[in-house]
């Protein structure tokens, strides 16, 4: 459980920092909603993506996996539309939001050990 917490926590962190980086065109109201972005963004990911996944799966093969990008940002404007406070200004922004992210998501996560589980 505490490892869960702790990739939550840096989760969090990394929307924060992806959130300064690309201002104004997604914006996050405080580290809460930050928070409880990450946790939608885990049951997200937990739930729903399995699914895109195996419903797009043809066209995810047919470009050689970078249908994913679409399915990471879909992911992101869900949440969106799911976690007041948390706005992204379109598709492509979404997009580049889930790649920031996911560096950003990476490199604390080697740094806090939240990996190690």
Known sequence: MGGFLLRILVSALAAM???????PAVKIDSFVTALLLALVLA?????????LVLFTLPV????????????????ILLAAKIVPGFKVDGFWWAMLFSIVMTIINSVLSSLAGANND
């Open 43 to 51: 049951l997200l990911n937990a739930l729903v993506r399995p699914l």
């Open 17 to 23: 920092l992806t959130t300064y980086l690309l201002k």
């Open 60 to 75: 995810t093969l047919l470009t050689l996996g970078l249908f994913l990008f679409v399915i990471n940002a879909v992911i």
